[in-house]
């Protein structure tokens, strides 16, 4: 009898086991996702009905057109729940199969990591060869859709004359803010915009260090952080902030009080990049908003809020253009050139910073 008992429990824990591994959906990473024609994609996707995301907030990017757009064009429902990129990685990766999101925006640095930790499918969208070698995964894990660009932001109403270059900062009297770079990713890479400029990269930041060293022992390093209310307040001479930051926060305050230029010395691009969840529920909505996203009417969104879009041949249309700085402010912008370097100067750039420039300030 113990035996037959044994028997029959081991038997129902069979059926029990084929039964849970017959109900697990398959990963979409095994969908092929490039044998398919854009128009077949968008009727998937109108089947599918809507598109969840997460660090797509409508506030952000002017993603808002882009969602309203395919709601109106494709019939996509869709709600973002806003987050930052590592915890959007992190969802992806804790709630698998049982996946509440198909699309996010990350950090340029967090699609690796993504394609790592084995998160995403790839897709190449038909804009596929408008996208620079150094914006995209060769396989079409991740790509930007918009980039950002390290700025000078000159409160006219303080400053005679607004800086162009890292030269002029250097030399001149500015007293300039970059915010937390113990904390901040903006201020980390204004650090890498100035090493790129005094002849250091992201293998040899000292040079960066320096610049701002020499301006806190003058000084002339803020530590007040250049946002929206010390814009408006008055408190900053000059800030150093991605370009798309700087015209929102222009607009916002005053747009002939402030002078925003590209430096024309040298300067740092990045960007943001989609992933699609590797167990997204609407794998094909969520390619169709990539293909969206990289034509004309998507990176004319992007440029409404202010975010510089990825393909330089895009037709933005006029009101969208006029969002942005013209195109010939960014021939010094260049992009990072090893990220993995850059990832690991990161983690020792707070100790850095700390032991040669915070005990300068004064």
């Known amino acids: 009898m113990k035996r037959i008992a044994c028997l029959l429990i081991a038997s129902m824990l069979l059926s029990l086991s084929l039964l849970g591994c017959q109900a697990q959906p398959q990963a979409n990473g095994q969908i092929e996702t490039q044998s398919l024609t854009t128009d077949q994609i968008i009727e998937k996707a109108k089947a599918e009905g809507e598109v969840n995301s997460v660090g797509m907030p409508d506030s952000w990017a002017n993603w808002k057109g882009t969602w309203d757009d395919l709601a109106s064009e494709y019939g996509l429902k869709h709600?973002?729940?806003?987050?930052?990129?590592?915890?959007?990685?992190?969802?992806?990766?804790?709630?698998?199969?049982?996946?509440?999101?198909d699309i996010g925006d990350v950090g340029i640095a967090f699609g690796p990591l993504a394609v790592e930790k084995n998160l995403t499918i790839p897709y190449k969208t038909s804009y596929w060869d408008d996208i620079p070698d150094w914006a995209k995964d060769q396989e079409g894990h991740w790509l930007?859709?918009?980039?950002?660009?390290?700025?000078?932001?000159?409160?006219?109403?303080?400053?005679?004359?607004?800086?162009?270059?890292?030269e002029d900062i250097k030399n001149g009297t500015y007293?300039?803010?970059?915010?937390?770079?113990?904390?901040?990713?903006?201020?980390?890479?204004?650090?890498?915009?100035?090493?790129?400029?005094?002849?250091?990269?992201?293998?040899?930041?000292?040079?960066?260090?320096?610049?701002?060293?020499?301006?806190?022992?003058?000084?002339?390093?803020a530590l007040n952080g250049p946002?929206?209310?010390?814009?408006?307040?008055?408190?900053?001479?000059?800030?150093?902030?991605?370009?798309?930051?700087a015209l929102n926060y222009r607009d916002q305050v005053d747009r002939a009080r402030f002078d925003v230029k590209i430096p024309s010395d040298k300067t740092i691009i990045s960007g943001y990049a989609t992933i699609i969840?590797?167990?997204?529920?609407?794998?094909?909505?969520?390619?169709?908003?990539?293909?969206?996203?990289?034509?004309?009417?998507?990176q004319s969104n992007l440029a409404r809020g202010y975010a510089r879009p990825i393909?330089?041949?895009?037709?933005?249309?006029?009101?969208?253009?006029?969002?942005?700085?013209?195109?010939?402010?960014?021939?010094?912008?260049?992009?990072?050139?090893?990220?993995?370097?850059?990832?690991?100067?990161?983690?020792?750039?707070?100790?850095?910073?700390?032991?040669?420039?915070?005990?300068?300030?004064?």
């Open 227 to 245: 946002g929206i209310s010390e814009m408006q307040s008055g408190e900053i001479e000059v800030a150093i902030l991605w370009d798309f930051n």
């Open 311 to 362: 393909r330089s041949n895009a037709k933005i249309d006029p009101d969208a253009q006029t969002m942005l700085l013209p195109n010939d402010m960014y021939t010094a912008a260049v992009p990072v050139k090893d990220q993995a370097a850059w990832d690991e100067t990161t983690k020792q750039l707070p100790q850095l910073w700390q032991e040669n420039v915070l005990i300068h300030v004064k």
């Open 175 to 221: 007293k300039v803010s970059i915010g937390d770079v113990l904390k901040a990713n903006q201020a980390q890479f204004s650090v890498l915009a100035a090493a790129y400029a005094m002849g250091g990269d992201e293998t040899n930041i000292m040079p960066g260090i320096e610049f701002f060293a020499d301006l806190a022992k003058q000084g002339r390093l």
């Open 144 to 166: 930007l859709g918009y980039t950002g660009t390290l700025c000078f932001m000159a409160d006219t109403a303080k400053v005679a004359q607004a800086p162009s270059t890292w």
């Open 79 to 101: 709600v973002d729940t806003d987050m930052s990129s590592a915890e959007e990685l992190a969802k992806f990766e804790s709630e698998t199969t049982n996946a509440s999101a």
């Open 277 to 298: 969840n590797k167990y997204a529920q609407h794998p094909y909505a969520a390619m169709l908003t990539r293909e969206y996203i990289l034509s004309d009417k998507g």
